[in-house]
Structure formats: C-alpha cells, structure tokens
C-alpha cells in the first residue's frame, strides 16, 4: 500500500493523520478506528511521514477533498452532539455512547440532530 493510499483510506475511515514538529504522526478520529490503523501507521511511518511532509511544504492538504469534508461531517456532529447531550441533560457517560454511535452513522445521526430544534436554536 502506498503512503498516500494509507492517507486516503484512513480518512475514510474518520482517522485523520498529521506530522508533528516532534517527527511523529498524529492520528486523531474514531478511537476504533485509530486503533485498527495504529499497526499499519508504524509499520509505514518513514513513508508516511515523508508524504505528509512533502504535502505540508507544498502548501496543500494530503487528504482528498472528501476526507476534508469528512472531517468537516465529524466536527459539526461532535459539535451538534454536544449542544443535544447538555440540552437533555445527558451524563458524560451517556455522551460517550451517544457519540460513539453517531460516529459511525455520522451522515445519519447528523440530519437527525440538525433536524432538532433545540440544535438549531443555539448559536
């Protein structure tokens, strides 16, 4: 697999890789999926750091435009979620699982909570 396929296929997957000034990757996302990538992401970390790298100095993003959108899904419906969960008086514990399910219907739960009018109520 090459180390742009891994980018691509990750962030399909909700998992968002970055270099860091430190020489590291940085995966952030769905902890499941993270999790899963972790092996692959140190088995091809060299390779990997040095297309992220060279996508940095080029001035634009490793990711496809719909791994950008993606992310984009995932922040609005973390944020959107957030807003649901204090409204409703839900218990950390109960955020997390609500989370952790939107996240892997994100599309879904994302018409869902914008469809809410106490979401849409709150700036």
Request: contains cysteine.
């Amino acid at each position: 697999m090459t180390p742009a396929t891994i980018i691509q296929q990750a962030a399909a997957e909700g998992v968002i890789l970055a270099p860091t000034p430190a020489g590291t990757i940085k995966a952030t996302g769905n902890g499941d999926a993270v999790t899963r990538w972790l092996p692959v992401i140190r088995e091809h970390k060299a390779e990997l750091l040095a297309e992220l790298k060279t996508a940095n100095d080029a001035g634009y993003d490793a990711l496809p435009p719909s791994a950008e959108a993606r992310r984009q899904q995932v922040t609005e419906l973390t944020r959107l979620m957030k807003m649901y969960a204090d409204h409703n008086g839900f218990s950390q514990a109960d955020y997390d699982e609500a989370i952790d399910a939107a996240l892997r219907n994100v599309e879904g739960w994302l018409v869902y909570l914008m469809t809410q009018s106490e979401c849409k109520s709150v700036q």
